[in-house]
Nanobody, 124 residues
Framework: QVQLVESGGGLVQAGDSLRLSCAAIGRTFSKNTMGWFRQAPGKEREFVGAIRWSGGNTYYADSVKGRFMISRDNAGNTMYLQMNSLKPEDTAVYYC?????????????????WGQGTQVTVSS
């Protein structure tokens, strides 16, 4: 059984940094794409960014571009989301997800595996 397990969420102040991790259990995604999404209270889940494991190509939503960075380990087991210069509007539950295919997509419906989410709260 494939599991994605996020960790690293918490409460921080505006301007702080935080790093989230997503561990893949049960399989590796070294030939796939993995991504991060977030959902704030009362809002729809939105795309944050994604990484194509082979080659390390990344793509980010405009709202986080230049502040967030996705990376991964070479073994294909763990993906990271480094979040810098956090803003109160970044407050949300952050989810990691994985696609069964290699190309990057930004809609949640095109991801096949999901983690349980980790809360990130940024105070002003």
């Amino acid at each position: 059984q494939v599991q994605l397990v996020e960790s690293g969420g918490g409460l921080v102040q505006a301007g702080d940094s935080l790093r989230l991790s997503c561990a893949a259990i049960g399989r590796t995604f070294s030939k796939n794409t993995m991504g991060w999404f977030r959902q704030a209270p009362g809002k729809e889940r939105e795309f944050v960014g994604a990484i194509r494991w082979s080659g390390g190509n990344t793509y980010y939503a405009d709202s986080v571009k230049g502040r967030f960075m996705i990376s991964r380990d070479n073994a294909g087991n763990t993906m990271y989301l480094q979040m810098n210069s956090l803003k109160p509007e970044d407050t949300a539950v952050y989810y990691c997800a994985a696609r069964s295919r290699l190309d990057i997509r930004i809609t949640q419906w095109e991801y096949d595996y999901w983690g349980q989410g980790t809360q990130v709260t940024v105070s002003s």
